[in-house]
């Protein structure tokens, strides 16, 4: 295994973005990556928010190893198994919506795309309000309503119609709302903007959505695809309102890094979803449900959302002190749990921070329409030791730029 960089220039697409030119990563171990020359690195990125209970959870890879050995794949259409129905049963315990039921697939963009046909199919309204900076993911209905990089969307134009995309201004929608009545079915929001930079949207304007979805019979989706499963420091971030929406996607997380994708809504909404009207071959793969289960089962059991919110607390207060230092450097520091952003204002400090981090054996990715951002996005099990070590590292860039 030697110079994957050059062997993927002649083989793998260039469409992939890269954060990073020369990491080429081996093996994972909790918090640690160990890269192709044996140096092991701290891992703050989690795969973009993925490896929740950080990389190769024992717990996980057992549950792999034995659904591995059981069923590999049947898909759900073909006959029942154990797998999809306890994963759906566990989620039905977590999420905030009532007897809530669950459809599966791979990933976040399908799992969205689930919930945009699920909205329009149910409320027989094909209107969609989305919001400015909102990412959703890339499949062409995920992206008509994604507008966290605009580049995203060049070259594809044009996507889904009925699509409004609205600043975080309720009036503004309010006033969406009243110009396409009767022609708005859905309505799409992350609760906290991942791709679009760590922007918390405030909990008045999510009540203040849920009520105009009330009074124009409009189904609330909270994408909770980054957001979820931890964290905030709670399952899902829409709980910090007390808000719960209609339905809700997820992925990412849900199965440490494993590809699974969840469409979860109130039971009478799914019920007027009638048989045939959506599916897929592989949604809700054996193996990765038996990883989602044993993944929420060790969050659980190791209360991974309790050390989530107090080790949240003290990174971002730490940081908060960086700012402090540094605030020429650093204009805000924001997030929830162990889902943080360090908004620089420009990406150039970014880059050479990311890099110096890299370097002396931190892994962290930035976010933002232009890259100004800098996420911290730890396993929830991350120990304060290595939040510690993080934060040296970190401020030592800081000092060096
Ligand atoms: C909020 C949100 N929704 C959807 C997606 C798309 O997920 P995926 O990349 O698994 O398709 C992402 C990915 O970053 C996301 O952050």
Redesign the pocket.
Known sequence: MKNLKARSQTVVSPVLGMYFNDFEVVRGQGSNLIDINGKVLLDFSTG??CTVTGHCHPKVVAAIKSQAEKLLHICIGVAYYEPYVKLAEELQKIVPIKDAQSFFC???????EAALKLAKYASKKPGIIAFKG??????LG?LSVTTSKLKYRDGYEPLLPEVYIAPLDLQVVEGLIASHRDKIGGLII?PI???GGYVEVGQDFLKGLRQLCDRNNILLIF?????GIGHTGKWFACEHAGVVPDII?V??GIASGL?L?ACVAKKEIMAKWSPGAHGGTFGGNPVCCAAAIATLKAIKEEKMLANATKLGAYLKQKLSGLRAQHSGLIKEVRGRGLMLGVDFGSSEPVKKIINFCLERGLVLISTGADGTVIRVIPALNVKKTEIDRALKIFSAALANV
């Open positions: 973009i928010a791979q990933s976040g963009t399908e799992a969205v909102g990412f959703h993911g890339r499949t995920a992350e903007l991942g791709e994408d909770e695809v980054q957001t996607t992925a990412k590809p994708g």
